[in-house]
């Protein structure tokens, strides 16, 4: 299956600063991919659709200012946190949807655990 | 994207078989059903994933009643790697939207 590549592992930053994750689709082209944002003890929460070559789509109540995505080629995604605060801290994780040559699901990335401190 | 109903959790031993429920009363006719699981401080795993048919592959079984208004996740015979989260996704075929994820069922596998 595809495999989905995010760096790095985790991160400690201090407030106020900006984070960079990336996430590549190593052996799948992908024109979309997904930012899922989890909290502990609670669910994935889908923050953004990132489409490659255009805009991202952002969920209500996510901030597009302040969670900027670039997806600049169709491996490669990135989600910058811009100007972090600890209430930011949080498990990243990003998704790309495998369909083709058929329909086999979503393939996620192992997440960027975010600390600010 | 219609609504899921999972126990919050289910306990079994190692070496035996785990089944899973999910309720889904609401789905309509183009809905697949998708199965993933979470470990601790990973990514989602997708598990199985089927529209009507039950569905068997290397991880696990999937049965889907005859109404589609709910399904069980089968895992034939639980290790202690199989503890982690299960989720129980209903999405259409094709599209690009994102996964709605509920609280899902925390399997705990006891030695």
């Known amino acids: 299956g595809a495999v989905v590549s995010q760096h790095p592992s985790w991160v400690i930053c201090k407030s106020g600063t900006s984070v960079k994750i990336e996430c590549r689709s190593l052996?799948?082209?992908?024109?979309?991919m997904f930012w899922y944002r989890q909290f502990p003890k609670q669910s994935l929460m889908l923050m953004a659709t990132?489409?490659?070559?255009?805009?991202?789509?952002?969920e209500q109540g996510v901030e597009k200012d302040k969670f900027l995505i670039n997806h600049a080629s169709l491996t490669l995604s990135t989600l910058t946190v811009t100007s972090a605060h600890p209430e930011d801290s949080s498990f990243y994780i990003c998704?790309?949807?495998?369909?083709?040559?058929?329909?086999?699901?979503?393939?996620f990335g192992s997440g960027t655990r975010l600390t600010v401190v | 994207d219609a609504k899921t109903t999972q126990p919050n959790s289910m306990e079994s031993n190692e070496e035996e078989p785990v089944h899973l429920p999910c309720n889904h009363s609401?789905?309509?006719?183009?809905?697949?059903i998708h199965w993933y699981r979470q470990l601790p401080s990973q990514g989602p795993e997708y598990v199985i994933h089927g529209l009507t048919s039950n569905v068997n592959n290397r991880m696990a079984s999937l049965a889907i009643a005859e109404d589609r208004k709910s399904s069980t996740l089968i895992l034939h015979r639980a290790t202690l790697r199989d503890a982690a989260v299960y989720y129980c996704i209903l999405r259409g075929r094709g599209g690009a939207d994102g996964l709605t994820f509920g609280k899902g069922t925390h399997l705990i596998i006891q030695p």
């Open positions: 609401t789905i309509s006719g183009t809905d697949y």
């Open positions: 998704s790309v949807r495998i369909n083709k040559p058929a329909d086999y699901g979503y393939t």
């Open positions: 990132s489409n490659e070559g255009s805009k991202a789509t952002y």
């Open positions: 052996d799948f082209q992908a024109t979309t």
